[in-house]
């Protein structure tokens, strides 16, 4: 596996990882603080956190990786302009990770569950959600991520009858959710956020699948992209 | 010393490197300007996202410019306000990001002390202590400079700044945005003796400005022609001198006091607005018959560039100033709170 460092501000927590080898195996380190508001002056600090107690320098990085949305959009910017920086700045790769696959991950890791439906508040009445189902070896994604209202979200045509679990703030909406969804949920853990901890160990998958690219060319993903309205003239 | 400069605080993604030795080796700029003529006027989110697009690829083109490699940097600086918060945001990131992977020191600087400078990157530079009036978009100010982040604010608009004056006043006559540049081009066909607007709070002490009875004052005599059926090309282009006459009146005026107030006789004017060329000519005029001596930037530095940002932090990382972990991002920032570089 590579060393690389991974960030996320993609919501109101702030986390950095970093995937060490020690001893033989592979390994990841991590920070995580909830901290709305506050990603502009945790995040730096986080990194040389991890850095220092890994003993390492950027330059042993193989590759660097953040959480490329969707979110909230200035938190996806300080991510992807720290990352970028530090990429740039240290000649190396870039790598963008989806914050719902992020989220998915972790709630397979820590409730080893196995159909998930990632969902993040997206503001204005709308979430930002995708569905997964997970397996030893990775997660397979069984909807696309999009943005739309609650009361709009169904779940994939050739998963119906599982157990799904939900996960992530837009849970929170769930009063909106169609009735049918809601008796298809199993639980819900809204209280999760996505982290930089699933990112690392996603995002070195995506390095060995050679998905690393100079890093002006990994992007935001905001998926909402009607921001502004052209006045008649 | 070599340092480059990121700014991002509104619609121009701007980055150049500058040397304490050599001075400036490189400079580019992005601007948004086309992007945000659909939408009237400069919309935040679209702005954010297209700096992060532009930053990395326009620094390096300018490296590449300046025949530098990363690793030829001592210092990045960037802007940390006043501005829009989430294009603030990019610039201050992608500089600790980048200062972070190099082992270099980073810095925040004041957008407007960068305006207020952009004249010592010209071959003849005020010295210290001067007058400066920075007048743009977004600021009208009299400010008595002393030193590096010696300021003290002499007086600044009660309401509307100069520029978006100017901005408004093209929007009511039709004009295309931005517009200043498009009122300066109609004014020059206008007959200065048609109308005379007023030159406000001019017949008062005081070094303060106010233009938003200005605004109105040309949106009543733009409607009044309207319904007379004469807001023609020739009406429009009398509005326009009448309105550009008064600003300029107005600033001259101004700063004539300011000098005389504080006994300086070096003046600095910068800010998108001091691109105005019959302001300048006023000015020159002016200030050389009471034995001054004005000072512009070039037109490009004018408005907002990232040589300016790299210019102010090359002079306070030099003198040992940087950020620590914190990325800066500061929306509102006044001018008068910033002080001599601090070494701690």
Redesign the interface.
């Given at each position: 596996m590579p060393t690389l460092l991974a960030l996320d501000a993609s919501t109101q927590a702030c986390s950095a990882a970093l995937m060490v080898h020690r001893e033989g195996r592979d390994e990841v380190i991590s920070r995580f603080s909830l901290a709305p508001r506050e990603h502009?002056?945790r995040?730096?600090?986080m990194?040389?956190e991890l850095l220092a107690e890994a003993g390492i320098?950027?330059s042993s990085l193989d590759a660097v990786a953040y959480g490329r949305g969707p979110g909230s959009?200035?938190g996806l910017?300080?991510?992807?302009?720290?990352?970028?920086?530090?990429?740039?700045?240290?000649?190396r790769p870039l790598l963008g990770v989806s914050t719902l696959e992020a989220l998915a991950l972790r709630a397979n890791r820590h409730h080893h569950v196995r159909h998930v439906l990632a969902a993040l508040d997206a503001r204005m009445g709308e979430i930002y959600v995708a569905a997964y189902r997970c397996h030893d070896d990775g997660l397979e994604r069984l909807l696309d991520e999009a943005v739309l209202p609650p009361e709009r979200l169904t779940l994939p045509s050739n998963a119906q009858d599982v157990d799904w679990v939900g996960v992530g703030s837009g849970w929170t909406l769930w009063d909106a959710m169609p009735v049918l969804l809601q008796d298809a949920m199993s639980q819900t853990f809204e209280d999760m956020h996505p982290a930089a901890e699933e990112m690392a160990w996603l995002a070195a998958r995506q390095f060995a699948a050679g998905e690393a690219r100079e890093?002006?060319l990994i992007?935001?993903i905001?998926l909402r992209d009607q921001?502004?309205?052209?006045?008649n003239? | 010393m070599r340092v480059l400069g990121i700014e991002t605080s509104c619609d121009e993604t701007g980055v150049a490197v500058y040397d304490t030795q050599a001075g400036l080796l490189a400079d580019t700029l992005y601007s948004q300007v086309d992007m945000h003529a659909?939408?009237?006027g400069v919309?935040p989110?679209?702005a954010?996202?297209d700096h992060?697009?532009k930053?990395?690829?326009l620094?390096?083109t300018t490296l590449d410019d300046a025949g530098l490699g990363?690793n030829d940097l001592d210092g990045i600086a960037y802007t940390a306000g006043p501005g829009l918060?989430?294009a603030l945001?990019?610039?201050?990131?992608?500089?600790?990001?980048?200062?972070?992977?190099?082992?270099i020191p980073v810095l925040g600087v004041h957008h407007m002390e960068g305006h207020l400078l952009a004249p010592m990157l010209e071959e003849t530079a005020p010295a210290f202590p001067f007058v400066a009036l920075l007048v743009s978009g977004g600021h009208t100010q009299l400010v008595e400079v002393k030193g590096l982040g010696h300021y003290r604010l002499l007086g600044e608009s009660v309401d509307d700044a100069a520029g978006e004056a100017f901005d408004k006043t093209a929007k009511m006559l039709g004009l295309s945005y931005p517009g200043g540049p498009a009122v300066a081009r109609l004014a020059e066909q206008g007959d200065t003796a048609r109308f005379r607007f007023p030159r406000p709070m001019t017949d008062r002490p005081g070094l303060d400005f106010s233009f938003s009875g200005l605004k109105t004052h040309t949106l009543t005599t733009a409607n009044a022609l309207r319904e007379a059926g004469e807001l023609d090309d020739t009406g429009r282009a009398d509005i326009a001198r009448a309105f550009e006459d008064a600003v300029v009146d107005t600033l001259v005026i101004k700063c004539r006091r300011a000098l005389e107030q504080t006994g300086l006789t070096r003046l600095v004017v910068a800010g998108g607005v001091s691109a105005n060329v019959r302001l300048r000519e006023r000015l020159d005029t002016e200030i050389a018959r009471r034995g001054g001596q004005t000072f512009y930037p070039r037109g490009r530095f004018c408005t907002d560039n990232g040589a300016m940002i790299a210019y102010v932090g090359a002079q306070r990382l030099a003198a040992g100033e940087r950020d620590t972990?914190?990325?800066?991002?500061v929306p509102r920032w006044p001018l008068a709170d910033l002080a001599p570089p601090d070494a701690s």
């Open positions: 502009t002056r995040l730096m600090p990194v040389e320098g950027v959009f200035t910017r300080i991510a992807a302009g720290t990352a970028q920086g530090l990429a740039f700045g240290a000649d890093a002006h992007q935001p905001y921001v502004a309205w052209q006045k003239a | 659909a939408y009237g919309v989110e679209l954010s996202r992060t697009r930053l990395l690829p620094i390096q990363r918060v989430g945001m990019v610039g201050a990131a992608t500089a600790h990001g980048m200062a972070h992977a190099l082992g972990g914190t990325m800066h991002a």
